[in-house]
């Protein structure tokens, strides 16, 4: 699988749901998203990327948890909200924009779409919502319906309580309408699905059978949402709702973010949201007539040091925490260095020292001090480097970005730092500086250059990643007079 671009790129990362706050597994996701809308617009310019992030907010989850806190589910929203919003700030994340399920530009937008889906039929000719009688086993905590067979003593594993038998009338969506569609595009990968045991896996799903799914729920049962115009006993239930925030920030139909960026290149989530992106997102556009997303792209679930994350455990990471340890760029390099996307995800917190000591202060940090040193005393600071815009700076990263291939693109970039290093073990210039002949002093240049041109190659390839050290790097090899940096670009810990 490629990212297929062109001339323009829209990535999204999932709404978040504020009854969670940011955690490790919402950063990886984010993380992964900067790095390609970074590297894109690096590409294909600034103003043909979009990267859109945000939180969902309505739902019978969130007005419980506001009213446990004694405050409005607005003001709930509000709070958590700005928690995701600062969090990808210390990351220093560029989403070009945070959608919020609870502004009006958002829910205005869906009410339109709800009404549109209610006016028109399938392909084979029935009305795509229709009203009928839901009964089931429903879990407050998971926000939905329980098989079960997914209970553990009678109670939701993952929330340790016993399920409420719900009966009640609510709109349905007909996905049984739309899955042959659906799975023809995948098939064909018109809709690709990434990695390509996903793929398997949701085509494995509608070989099952997915029964159509509801699209709203009582108000009793879900006070906080969007009212159904057709029905005013009736609130949006998440799926239309939540899903359709990644056109409704474009200000779809309309708008011209719309018109410039829509269908979304790349939609990022992890494996539990699956089935509602694969299967109900695509059967929802297709009802309303919009063009599928070109490329879902899916990971895994964290573990922390080999356990599975959990409150109970006490082994949450948070994104802050290890941004107050490392800085934004080192937190981002610690964890896209240690798993290939979509691969099993196992966050080694433990093994952060290490990595930071091996790779960053004595890898990239050393290599700077080491090379801008000898420019230093060597050469008083003086090289002439003519043809720096012209060299080749293709290291093979380009690739994997675009394949989403992380790990293997920044173990690219340390192994030609690591090259580097070895390169100047063999050529001594220290004994070339010593010597006074005259073709050991043109060699000395030599070198020396050739080095700066790696620390120029590296940095650029480094952008994605770690754009301010990149940077930082950048403008000490360019300088008229080189200097090893007054403070290490990563002090030792
Ligand atoms: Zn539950």
Redesign the pocket.
């Known amino acids: 699988m490629v990212t297929k671009v062109k001339n323009k790129f829209y990535i999204t990362t999932p709404i978040y749901y504020v009854n969670d706050q940011p955690h490790i597994g919402h950063a990886y996701t984010t993380i992964v998203a900067d790095v390609l809308a970074r590297y894109y617009r690096q590409k294909i310019g600034k103003e043909n990327v979009y990267f859109l992030t945000g939180t969902d907010e309505h739902g019978a989850k969130v007005a419980e948890s506001a009213a446990l806190k004694n405050i409005s589910p607005q003001k709930f929203t509000d709070q958590i909200s700005q928690q995701f919003k600062d969090a990808w700030q210390n990351l220093a994340i560029t989403n070009d924009d945070f959608i919020r399920t609870t502004e009006s530009r958002h829910q205005k937008i869906v009410v339109n779409i709800l009404n549109k889906l209610k006016a028109v039929k399938t392909p084979a000719g029935n009305e795509v919502l229709y009203e009928t009688d839901y009964e089931g086993l429903y879990?407050v905590?998971?926000e939905k319906f329980?098989l079960e067979s997914e209970l553990v003593d009678g109670k939701?594993p993952?929330?340790n309580?016993e399920?409420e038998q719900v009966k009640e009338k609510n709109w349905f969506f007909k996905l049984a309408d739309y899955l042959s569609i659906i799975q023809q595009k995948i098939e064909s990968d018109e809709l690709t699905i990434y990695p390509k045991a996903r793929k398997n896996e949701v085509l494995g799903l509608i070989k099952q059978g997915i029964p159509d799914f509801s699209i709203s729920r009582s108000k009793k049962s879900v006070p906080w949402g969007i009212d159904l115009l057709w029905d005013k006993n009736q609130k949006a239930y998440v799926w239309v709702d939540a899903l359709s925030n990644y056109i409704t920030a474009l200000d779809y139909p309309k708008g011209k973010l719309y018109q410039k960026f829509w269908p979304a290149d790349i939609q990022l989530m992890a494996v539990d949201i699956l089935k509602f992106h694969t299967l109900y997102w695509p059967a929802i556009l297709l009802a309303l007539d919009i063009p599928l997303p070109k490329i879902l792209a899916i990971h895994g679930f964290f573990t922390i040091n080999g356990q599975k994350m959990s409150k109970s455990l006490g082994n949450v990471v948070h994104p802050d925490e290890l941004v107050k340890e490392y800085g934004a760029e080192v937190t981002k390099y610690l964890i896209l260095s240690q798993f290939s996307f979509g691969s099993e995800s196992d966050i080694k917190v433990e093994e952060f020292p290490n990595k930071y000591n091996a790779d960053l202060v004595n890898g990239l940090g050393n290599l700077v001090n080491r090379i801008t040193k000898m420019v230093e005393e060597y050469l008083k600071g003086k090289i002439k480097i003519d043809d720096l815009e012209n060299i080749s700076l293709k290291i093979g990263t380009e690739e994997m970005i675009e394949q989403l291939n992380f790990k293997e693109a920044l173990f690219k970039i340390w192994a030609r730092i690591q090259d580097c290093d070895t390169a100047i073990d063999q050529d001594k210039p220290w004994i070339l500086a010593k010597s006074k002949n005259i073709k050991d002093q043109e060699k000395l240049k030599s070198v020396l250059g050739k080095y700066i041109k790696d620390l120029y190659i590296i940095s650029i390839n480094l952008k994605p990643f770690m754009s301010e050290t990149a940077a930082k790097i950048l403008k000490i090899i360019t300088a008229s007079k080189i200097k090893k940096p007054a403070t290490p670009l990563f002090p030792r810990k």
């Open positions: 879990c905590g998971c329980i939701c993952d929330h309580k399920p």
